[in-house]
C-alpha cells in the first residue's frame, strides 16, 4: 500500500501541477512581457517615468 499511495500521489501531484500551475506561469510571463514591451515603447517615446512604473509592474 506504501508503495501505491506514494506512486499515486506523485502522479497526480505531477499531473496537477503540469495542468494548473504551468498556464499560469505562462499568463504571468505574457503578462510581464507585455509590460515590458510597454516600457520599451514609453521610453521610446521619452516617457521615462512611465518606463520605470510599467518595468517595475513587469518584475514583479
Known amino acids: ?3 501505491f499511495f506514494t ?3 506523485f502522479v497526480l501531484g505531477w499531473l496537477l ?3 494548473l500551475l504551468a498556464p ?3 499568463r504571468a510571463d505574457g503578462a510581464a512581457l507585455a509590460a515590458f514591451v510597454a ?3 514609453a ?3 521619452g516617457d521615462r517615468a512611465s518606463a520605470e512604473t510599467l518595468r517595475a509592474e513587469g518584475s514583479g
Do not use: C, K, N, Y
Open 39 to 41: 516600457a520599451e515603447q
Open 1 to 3: 500500500m506504501l508503495v
Open 7 to 9: 506512486a499515486t500521489g
Open 17 to 19: 501541477t503540469r495542468v
Open 24 to 26: 499560469a506561469l505562462s
Open 43 to 45: 521610453e521610446e517615446a
